[in-house]
T-cell receptor
Framework: KNEVEQSPQNLTAQEGEFITINCSYS?????LHWLQQHPGGGIVSLFM???GKKKHGRLIATINIQEKHSSLHITASHPRDSAVYIC?????????????FGTGTQLKVEL | DGGITQSPKYLFRKEGQNVTLSCEQN?????MYWYRQDPGQGLRLIYY???????QKGDIAEGYSVSREKKESFPLTVTSAQKNPTAFYLC?????????????FGEGSRLTVL
């Protein structure tokens, strides 16, 4: 069993829909990261959070440390949101930024 | 603008050849990382460096080598000892490797062994 599990693996939505991607992890963490990988392969950091909720534009990330669960929400989705979204955690053991990554959620937003 | 530059974007290698992937950052970050990405798998850490002239093996270091002679540069050599080198390679950096911090990634290099 992977230490970081994402669901769903693939998601197709219509433009304007509210989207939720989930991430569950099994180890103690100091922080959780949400990343976006563009079709060309480059990765951009969206959020880093250790508690509560963060918002940036149409993106919202929440985390529940007790339940070891995080969600990434996209409001009013748009075709340009189509990408792979990756959850990664910084385990309490191991030190530094030795992240453990999920396998990603492939999102496609259609007109 | 500050960022991470990886080159080349695409690289083809014959079996038995060593190849070096370049990673340069102008973010003044202390820590740099190399990850490998294969289809259906999460990113895996190959090597990381928390400071100049020092680096540590990650989870899949066999068949790879790195150097960190300058703060800005962290090249990765894929040696002939790497049995399955065809993959997408990503370089990243963070302000410090000692604490959790935001990661900044390059655009990646895709290596194909012919």
């Amino acid at each position: 069993k992977n230490e970081v599990e994402q669901s769903p693996q693939n998601l197709t939505a219509q433009e304007g829909e509210f989207i939720t991607i989930n991430c569950s992890y099994s180890v103690g963490i100091s922080a959780l990261h949400w990343l976006q990988q563009h079709p060309g392969g480059g990765i951009v950091s969206l959020f880093m959070l250790s508690s509560g909720k963060k918002k940036h534009g149409r993106l919202i990330a929440t985390i529940n440390i007790q339940e070891k669960h995080s969600s990434l929400h996209i409001t009013a989705s748009h075709p340009r949101d189509s990408a792979v979204y990756i959850c990664a955690v910084s385990p309490l053991t191991g030190g530094g930024n030795k992240l453990t990554f999920g396998t990603g959620t492939q999102l496609k937003v259609e007109l | 603008d500050g960022g991470i530059t990886q080159s080349p974007k695409y690289l083809f290698r014959k079996e038995g050849q060593n190849v070096t992937l370049s990673c340069e950052q102008n973010l003044n970050h202390d820590a740099m990382y190399w990850y490998r990405q294969d289809p259906g798998q999460g990113l895996r850490l190959i090597y990381y460096s928390q400071i100049v002239n020092d680096f540590q093996k990650g989870d899949i270091a066999e068949g790879y080598s790195v150097s960190r002679e300058k703060k800005e540069s962290f090249p990765l050599t894929v040696t002939s000892a790497q049995k399955n080198p065809t993959a997408f390679y990503l370089c990243a950096s963070s302000i410090s490797g000692g604490t959790t911090g935001e990661l900044f990634f390059g655009e990646g290099s895709r290596l194909t062994v012919l």
